[in-house]
C-alpha cells in the first residue's frame, strides 16, 4: 500500500506549480500580462488625442485696448485734417492774397451856412484787393477835439468793389463852437465806424466790426490824411 501511493504521486503530480519554482514564473507571467495591458490601455488616448486638434485660446482684447486704438484714429483724423486745412488755406491765400480796404480824408473845411457851422467831409475808400468785394452798413462819423465830441454825422452804405476807390461825402454838424472860432488849427480826430462783410468768390462772410481813425487833422482844412483801420474779419482760415 505504501508503494501504491507513491506511484500515484508519481503518476498524478501536483499541476500547481510549488511556492519555491513556479513562483518566478508565475510572477513574470502576471507581469509580462501587466505590462501588455498596460501598454495597450495606454495606447487608446494618446492615439485618440492625436487626432484631436490642439486646442489654442485665442487673445482677448481688453476694452481698454480698444479706447486706446479708437483715440490713436481720431487723433490722426485731426491733426490729418488739420494739415489738409492748412494747405487749402495757404494755396487759397496764395490765390486771393486778401488785404484790408484803406481810407484817407481828402478834405475837411469849416463852412457856416445861416446860423449853423458845419464840417464838410470827404473820405476816399479804397479796396486793393482784386478778387474781394467789400459791403459796408451806414458808417457813424464821430470828430473829436481835446476828449470831447465837436461834431457826428452819417455816411450812406455802401459798396467798394475789386480794385476800386469809393468817395464818400457827409455835412457833420459842429458843436462846440467858440472852441473852432478861438483856434482854427485846432488838432481833430475823426472816427469811422460801421459793419462790414466781405464777399470773396461765391463766398460771402458774416458782418464785422470796423473802426477807422484819422488823426492829427487840423480843423481850418486839411488833405489827403491817412487813417488806421481796425477789422477783425476772418475769412476761412485767416484774418484781415
Known amino acids: ?100 480796404p484803406s481810407f484817407s480824408v481828402s478834405s475837411l473845411q469849416l463852412s457856416r451856412f445861416n446860423l449853423t457851422t458845419r464840417f464838410n467831409l470827404t473820405v476816399t475808400a479804397r479796396n486793393p484787393n482784386k478778387n474781394i468785394v467789400f459791403y459796408f452798413d451806414s458808417v457813424s462819423v464821430s470828430i473829436n477835439s481835446k476828449g470831447g465830441v465837436i461834431g457826428d454825422g452819417t455816411i450812406p452804405a455802401f459798396v467798394t468793389a475789386k480794385k476800386s476807390s469809393t468817395i464818400l461825402k457827409t455835412a457833420v454838424r459842429a458843436q462846440r463852437v467858440d472852441d473852432l472860432k478861438e483856434n482854427k488849427s485846432l488838432a481833430l480826430k475823426i472816427e469811422l465806424d460801421s459793419k462790414v462783410k466781405v464777399k470773396i468768390g461765391s463766398h460771402m462772410s458774416k458782418k464785422a466790426a470796423i473802426r477807422v481813425v484819422c488823426d492829427g487833422i487840423k480843423a481850418l482844412a486839411t488833405s489827403n490824411a491817412e487813417c488806421t483801420v481796425d477789422l477783425r474779419i476772418k475769412i476761412w482760415k485767416w484774418t484781415i
Request: glycine share 4%; hydrophobic share 40%; charged share 15%.
Open 1 to 100: 500500500m505504501p508503494e501504491s501511493n507513491s506511484m500515484a504521486e508519481k503518476i498524478f503530480p501536483d499541476t500547481k506549480p510549488t511556492a519555491v519554482k513556479g513562483s518566478g514564473a508565475t510572477a513574470n507571467a502576471t507581469t509580462t500580462t501587466a505590462n501588455v495591458n498596460t501598454t495597450f490601455s495606454a495606447s487608446k488616448p494618446q492615439i485618440y488625442n492625436a487626432a484631436r486638434p490642439v486646442y489654442r485660446s485665442r487673445p482677448h482684447r481688453s476694452r481698454r485696448s480698444c479706447y486706446c486704438y479708437c483715440c490713436l484714429w481720431i487723433i490722426f483724423i485731426i491733426l490729418l485734417s488739420t494739415i489738409l486745412a492748412a494747405i487749402a488755406g495757404g494755396i487759397l491765400f496764395l490765390l486771393y492774397r486778401p488785404h484790408r
